[in-house]
């Protein structure tokens, strides 16, 4: 059944998640402040102690901010919502709830490699989640809002993002070594994306 009722209120929802989603990774390294006080080391400890903390925030914060720019970019389009659009976008938001888990778990283990699949995984299930969620509003253009279609771009952009992600994800399951360094398949669709773009501008 399709309504306009409620998008301004899934918005808010998913929107509030996320908020709540990216302060939480911060949260390892807020603790990490009395731990340090209690053994007596100096502050500037803090940070070098917790180097691994610093690093797998400061990736997990680029990667809610990127899926949430995606999401609200989508949303921007959407005038109408259908039972399977509410669906996706929750499934959208728990992978979203649930980044905080294999986050902390960087912070811990490291370079491991069932913690990067976890993570990288986790990725990819979100990236699934809004892919589905795109071609939902592509096929179904009464959900657009009026004047405003999705355009294929979209649509495109956001199948090659999930197709990087699950190579990223066999790589760093199947080749030792390579963990977090396959997430640079990301840049990929966007150099694509524009090769092809200037190709169709030339032609």
């Known amino acids: 059944m399709r309504t306009s009722q409620g998008q301004e209120r899934l918005v808010l929802f998913t929107d509030a998640v996320v908020a709540i989603a990216i302060t939480l990774l911060v949260l390892p390294l807020v603790d ?8 007596h080391h100096e502050s500037t400890e803090v940070l070098t102690e917790n180097l691994p903390l610093i690093y797998s925030f400061l990736l997990s914060f680029a990667v809610i901010a990127r899926l949430w720019r995606v999401h609200h970019k989508l949303f921007q389009h959407v ?10 976008n929750t ?13 902390e778990m960087i912070g811990g283990y490291g370079n491991d490699r069932f913690t990067a ?18 071609a939902i509003v592509w096929r179904n253009p009464d959900l657009a809002v009026e004047g405003n279609p ?13 197709a990087a992600l699950l190579v990223a994800v066999l790589l760093v399951a199947f080749v030792p070594g ?17 090769v092809l773009g200037r190709r169709k501008t030339a032609a």
């Open 32 to 39: 990490a402040v009395p731990e340090a006080v209690a053994k």
């Open 79 to 88: 005038g109408a919502l259908t039972e399977p659009v509410v669906l996706w």
């Open 91 to 103: 499934l959208w938001v728990l992978t979203i709830v649930v980044l905080p888990f294999p986050t």
């Open 117 to 134: 699949v976890f993570y990288i995984g986790t990725m990819l299930a979100s990236s699934l989640c809004q892919t589905t969620l795109t």
């Open 150 to 162: 999705l355009p294929a771009r979209f649509l495109h952009s956001s199948i090659s993002t999930a």
């Open 178 to 194: 390579v963990t977090y360094y396959s997430l640079f398949l990301l840049v990929l669709p966007s150099i694509v994306e524009r």
